[in-house]
């Protein structure tokens, strides 16, 4: 069982902070921002709590328990053995006028709402440090960004990425969310590639079709 102090620390970091969609936005890249790595997930699976996604978790990773000390919209957190990363997964409040937002912007909304909901918990604090991208995994439509606080440098600044989608029904984001500040140069990058083999392992999320637009 993970201690309280993960919880403390991820909610400072997660809080301090016709076709599918509407118009188009930019050209999707054809390949993901970090490429995933190879055989670095477990051959178990995480689920959704309704049981609409499903996806393997790395390696090693542990499981945590958010039944006692909930957060709001996060459904699913794993840990790393050392407790120094949450793999986490929330979904995204589908309200009247985010649903707007979608159908007047398309997958641009699902970054710009995630991160404005994280900057209203700490005004000032957040900067994004990797714009929105568009892109497609196995057929599916994803956005991503990444973010860290402000004012830190890049060498010992706590770095977080974002990965967005959509059932078609649901709105959700996986992050891999830093809990400690990197190690090593190129520790973030390694875990964001992780990030990705994860999401390339995603069942459940809507694929692209042809009349999709972005």
Not at 176 to 184: A, F, Y
Request: net charge negative; glycine share 6%.
């Amino acid at each position: 069982m993970v201690s309280k102090w993960i919880f403390v620390s991820l909610s400072a970091v997660l809080f301090a902070g016709c076709g599918l969609f509407g118009k188009a936005n930019k050209p999707m890249p054809i390949v993901p921002p970090y490429p995933p790595l190879v055989d670095a997930l477990d051959e178990e699976y995480l689920h959704s709590p309704t049981g609409d996604l499903a996806a393997h978790y790395p390696k090693g990773w542990l499981h945590v328990d958010i039944q006692t000390i909930p957060m709001v919209n996060v459904e699913e957190v794993y840990t790393d053995p050392e407790r120094r990363w949450a793999l986490v997964l929330a979904e995204i409040p589908s309200t009247a006028e985010f649903r707007r937002s979608v159908a007047r912007d398309g997958m641009m909304a699902l970054p710009d709402q995630s991160f404005a909901t994280k900057s209203a918990k700490a005004p000032g604090k957040l900067t994004i440090t990797r714009p929105t991208e568009i892109y497609t995994e196995n057929g599916k439509l994803f956005a991503s960004y990444d973010y860290a606080e402000a004012g830190t440098d890049s060498l010992h600044r706590i770095e977080n990425r974002e990965v967005l989608f959509t059932t078609g029904s649901k709105f959700y984001e996986l992050g891999m969310i830093e809990l400690e500040p990197p190690q090593n140069p190129g520790e973030q990058i390694q875990n964001f590639r992780l990030l990705e083999s994860v999401t390339a392992s995603l069942e459940g999320v809507a694929a692209l079709r042809a009349d999709t637009t972005l």
